[in-house]
């Protein structure tokens, strides 16, 4: 409906605070959570735009949670999630993350940065052709 009515930057910030704010324990965690929680957003915004179908981020939603969450123990879900092993992540905190465990580290916000540029060329190269 905003992406209909005024444009899909606007659409991809409206539901960007949206998602940043239903992840809460992201604000907890410190800035870099918050950062990866962000550009985790633009990056399922740019596949929606890109594969112009809603399965394609709620799929990556899943695996993010289903396989970093409840298989690998590597993502902070609610504590009462149930995780197959229990993954630690040790050394500098800007790699591993710290107490938020994947999430709160520097190497998913740059995986995610790479993503969103790959889907962006995509997308001008798809929109191109068009």
């Known amino acids: 409906m905003i992406k209909r009515n005024y444009n899909v930057v606007a659409a991809m910030v409206v539901t960007t605070a949206l998602f940043t704010f239903m992840h ?18 633009i990056l399922m915004t740019t596949v929606l735009e890109y594969i112009q179908s809603l399965i394609a981020p709620v799929m990556m939603h899943f695996v993010w949670n289903g396989v ?15 995780h197959l092993f229990t993954t630690v992540f040790t050394g ?19 995986i995610n940065i790479a993503l969103i540029l790959l889907f962006l060329l995509f997308l001008k190269k798809q929109r191109k052709a068009a």
């Open 24 to 41: 809460g324990g992201a604000f907890e965690a410190g800035i870099v959570s918050v950062l990866n929680v962000i550009t985790m957003s």
């Open 68 to 82: 970093g969450g409840i298989i690998f123990g590597a993502v902070s879900l609610a504590d009462d999630y149930p």
């Open 92 to 110: 500098n905190t800007l790699l591993s993350g710290g107490m938020p465990k994947m999430e709160g580290s520097i190497v998913v916000l740059v």
